[in-house]
């Protein structure tokens, strides 16, 4: 029953909901049929004719009661609807359009597009040593809290002055362009400082469209400038328009401007520096401080943002009064050229180089690096300073020296500390030549690695050298294939290789390289860290038994290299001079790292070391204590070279445990120069190893005046020589005794003395080049030549007359003798009383008379007066006497 009454009632509102559709189906088709039917009664009225028709409809009266019926209300709502959403679709598709090209672009990344591309180079402890800018247009990016607050408002005021309104676009700012434009007024664009940045950064080729090509540019300009705008605060977005924008000439960068214009940087500018800074961007060329003819202009727009400044209520009135007083042309700084306020010219430049080989022109080109180099300013500037002041002092000029190079290395790192390339940096003509990188001869300063590769173990029963083993100093013209000589012309014989390399005798250095093989030896060289030396001329044809004694190129960063591989002992470690590279971004792009090879036994070094040092050894050859650095135990080395028997080049290295030095001196155009000795450069030595020792690393810890080389162990000391432990000192060498003369330090013969003659140990052995005997004395002694002091003609010392006199009846005399020289001065008188000296002491050379008082007991006595000579002749003469205490005359 239930069941039946529920169905009735959803049969009754099923019905109802058929009337209501039924209903609403006839209200539409009456409506619809009576829309017809006035249609058609119109259509009745107009005329048959298509063309009449269309004109009677154009009728305005009839256009008029159309548009303003509610019918033609109607119609103009659905064509604006229409129109709008036909708008719509076109400007979305377009964006779309556009926005595909810019996906590339990603503006959330113009932070890193705006960097600076300025190259910074700092030497060790963060001293700047250069800008690099570059040879065309530069940038210097700032944070935002380095920029003057003043410079943000005087760019927001003449440039964008609804920027903290808008939202990346302004259309009240295109709207104001476009009617000042269409009346003729002056051109004015609509861009907003956002506008400007995108343009600046990502549209800069495209700038110059201004017609419909530019239509294209100027939308995605508007669709990225919202983008940033989303991305960025305002903030932000004005200090990368700051970073970012053109200051004149080459200059980009608020930052830019401020240095070159104002001297200091930019958070620093005044209200007037800030607004001629921010009138510059709009026409960077026509407000250019430097640009001819652009001054009133410039002041002009000045004036603009001044007062535009006051205007917006970022300054006050009184201020900006001040600042349009202010004379700011004449306090603009004058142009400066790229390489102004470079310190270590030479240097620094030399890396540059170094970077563009490494890391690609381009890049370095493009800037922005941060390059910490590895050199020490305060080093560096005591190097510039002694080199000044030993050109000033004249004794260059007065040799014929024109020019210098040095090179200063940290021996523990292989580090370069400081450098000079030349003389002067701006001295006319050749300031800007490194000679530091140049290949020049370098003489005997080469000579140490030459002795170094033949001290090295050349095996069982093969004979192996020691700073004691001899290299007879001899003529081997048909060895070396040309005449040979050394610096003065003369041969000196037997010679140890501590005299040798002491002395910068060319034979036995040559003999050296001939033993160890030329290519072996100059292998060893560039192994040590000169690894350039003779590449030139092996290029041009061949390396010769010349390179012993450095008739070869070899650049002096390298030369101070290898002397730093003997202060290490013998471990090699690549010369470097930059510690580390970032680019723009803070990312290492280079990194110095220590590496190192062991090529030379430490015994081999420690040897060579040992000889450099040794000033009595080079005593001879530049007097006692000429190449020391007082305060400082250094090992030396010099070398000449020359052209026509003349002297062209003078070089000293001098190295200690912790640094290593070369000097070279000489001229540019290679002419010769004046007989001086090859430690002339030694003031500029002094002075900066002198400086550096006791002023830098002593206060750092890393030196003390007691730091030396530890002796390795195995080395073997015979007398003061030193050998390595693989040299056996019976191999090819015989034992004998040898009768020598005191004076000549030869071979005594038949006139030779027996007062000079003196038995010594001999080693016998053969020169490995000559095959000549050779003898080894201790010393000093020359077994090779005969005593030529003494002749069997000389003339002897004598004594012509002994005297006594009795001193008043005492038991005392006077005793006086007259002594005669022969061919040598006389050397010493002994006056003896019954066998007892009772005087002993130096003579005059020239002779003359000799006293002495004795006092004597009673009985028989016998004066002895001997006398010797320089040359160790002598003469005898005795007076025998009676003394009574009673008697007053005595026979």
């Known amino acids: 029953m239930l069941y039946g009454k529920d169905n009735v009632k959803k049969t009754e509102r099923k019905s109802k909901r058929m009337s209501v559709y039924a209903n609403l189906a006839h209200k539409r088709k009456t409506r619809k049929d009576a829309s017809s039917r006035r249609k058609a009664e119109y259509l009745a009225t107009l005329p048959k004719d298509p063309i009449k028709r269309t004109l009677y409809r154009l009728h305005p009266k009839r256009l008029a009661n159309y548009w303003f019926s509610k019918r033609g209300g109607m119609m103009a709502l659905k064509i604006a609807g229409v129109s709008l959403l036909v708008m719509l679709l076109f400007v979305g598709g377009l964006f779309a359009y556009f926005r595909k090209d810019l996906d590339k672009i990603r503006p959330g990344e113009i932070a890193k597009r705006v960097q600076t591309t300025v190259t910074r180079y700092y030497d060790r402890n963060d001293q700047l040593l250069w800008e690099d800018k570059g040879g065309g247009n530069y940038k210097l990016v700032v944070d935002s809290d380095q920029l003057s607050q003043h410079l943000k408002n005087a760019t927001v005021a003449i440039e964008d002055k609804d920027y903290y309104k808008h939202n990346g676009i302004s259309i009240s700012g295109i709207t104001r362009a476009m009617i000042s434009n269409a009346s003729g007024g002056q051109v004015q664009g609509g861009s907003t400082l956002t506008q400007q940045l995108v343009k600046q950064v990502f549209f800069a080729e495209e700038a110059g469209d201004r017609g419909l090509s530019g239509i294209p ?18 903030d932000q977005i004005l200090t990368l328009y700051l970073n970012e924008s053109p200051y004149g000439g080459p200059r980009n960068g608020a930052e830019s401007g401020a240095q070159v214009y104002f001297g200091k940087p930019a958070k620093d500018l005044s209200i007037a520096e800030a607004a001629l800074l921010a009138s510059i961007p709009q026409n960077p060329s026509v407000f250019d401080p430097y640009s001819p003819g652009g001054n009133e202009a410039l002041i002009k727009r000045q004036h603009t943002t001044i007062n535009y400044m006051a205007e917006q209520g970022y300054i006050t009135q009184k201020q900006a009064d001040e600042a349009k ?47 910490k180099t590895t050199l020490d300013i305060r080093i560096q500037e005591k190097l510039e300073e002694a080199t000044t002041a030993f050109f000033d002092s004249g004794a260059p000029a007065a040799a014929s020296i024109s020019n210098s190079a040095s090179t200063v290395e940290d021996t523990q790192t292989g580090q370069i500390v400081a450098m000079v390339g030349s003389r002067d940096f701006d001295y006319p003509g050749f300031g800007q030549d490194n000679a530091a990188t140049a290949f020049i001869q370098p003489g005997s300063s080469i000579k140490p690695f030459v002795y170094a590769q033949l001290f090295k173990d050349k095996g069982e029963n093969v004979q192996n050298y020691g700073s004691g083993t001899v290299l007879r100093d001899e003529n081997i013209d048909r060895i070396y294939g040309a005449q040979l000589r050394n610096w003065d012309g003369r041969f000196m014989g037997n010679l140890t290789i501590r005299q040798s390399l002491a002395l910068s005798r060319n034979i036995p250095a040559v003999k050296a390289m001939y033993i160890s093989g030329i290519e072996e030896t100059i292998a060893g060289i560039r192994e040590m860290g000169n690894t350039e030396y003779c590449k030139p001329e092996e290029a041009a044809g061949g390396l010769f038994l010349s390179s012993a004694i450095g008739a070869c190129g070899s650049r002096e960063v390298d030369l101070v290299n290898a002397y730093s591989t003997m202060s290490r002992m013998g471990t090699y470690k690549p010369t470097t001079s930059i510690l580390e590279v970032k680019n723009s971004q803070g990312e290492v792009m280079k990194k110095w790292k220590d590496e190192s090879k062991k090529v030379v036994d430490p015994q081999v070094a420690y040897i060579i070391n040992d000889i450099l040092a040794d000033q009595r050894a080079s005593a001879p050859l530049h007097g006692l204590g000429a190449t020391a650095t007082p305060g400082v135990r250094t090992s030396v080395k010099t070398g000449t070279t020359d052209r026509d028997s003349k002297p062209k080049d003078l070089w000293i290295a001098s190295y200690s445990p912790v640094l290593s030095m070369g000097v070279w001196l000489g001229n540019s155009d290679t002419s010769t120069i004046r007989s001086v000795n090859s430690a002339y450069g030694m003031p500029i030595v002094r002075s900066v190893m002198q400086f550096a020792h006791q002023e830098i690393y002593a206060k750092d810890g890393r030196w003390n005046p007691d730091m030396w080389y530890t002796r390795p162990s195995g080395i073997q000391q015979v007398g003061s020589e030193l050998y390595p432990s693989w040299w056996n000192k019976n191999q090819g060498r015989t034992s004998t005794k040898m009768t020598f003369d005191r004076v000549s330090k030869k071979r005594a013969t038949d006139c030779t003395p027996a007062g000079a003659r003196i038995e010594l140990d001999v080693v016998k052995s053969i020169d490995p080049i000559t095959k000549a005997e050779v003898y080894l004395v201790s010393d000093g002694y020359d077994a090779s030549s005969e005593d030529d002091a003494h002749s069997c003609s000389d003339a002897k010392p004598s004594i012509s007359d002994i005297s006594r006199n009795r001193v008043n009846g005492s038991n005392r005399y006077r005793i006086q003798v007259n002594v005669s020289r022969g061919t040598f001065g006389l050397e010493t008188i002994e006056i003896l009383l019954n066998g007892n000296a009772v005087k002993s002491t130096s003579i005059n050379p020239a002779g003359g008379q000799e006293s002495v008082t004795v006092e004597v007991p009673s009985g028989d006595h016998t004066i002895t007066v001997n006398v010797r000579d320089q040359g160790y002749y002598t003469a005898s003469r005795s007076l025998q006497f009676s003394h009574q205490s009673s008697s007053s005359n005595d026979d």
């Not at 400038?225 to 960025?232: K, N």
């Not at 270590?344 to 390059?371: C, D, I």
């Open 325 to 371: 007083a202010y004379p700011i042309l004449d306090n603009i700084r004058p142009r400066s050229d790229q390489l102004q306020d470079i310190k270590a010219p030479h240097f620094v430049l030399m890396v540059r180089s170094q970077l563009e080989e490494e890391l690609g022109k381009a890049v370095v080109g493009r800037g922005g690096l941060t390059v």
């Open 217 to 234: 540019r100027k939308i995605k300009e508007m669709i990225l400038a919202i983008e940033v705008e989303r991305m960025y605060n305002k």
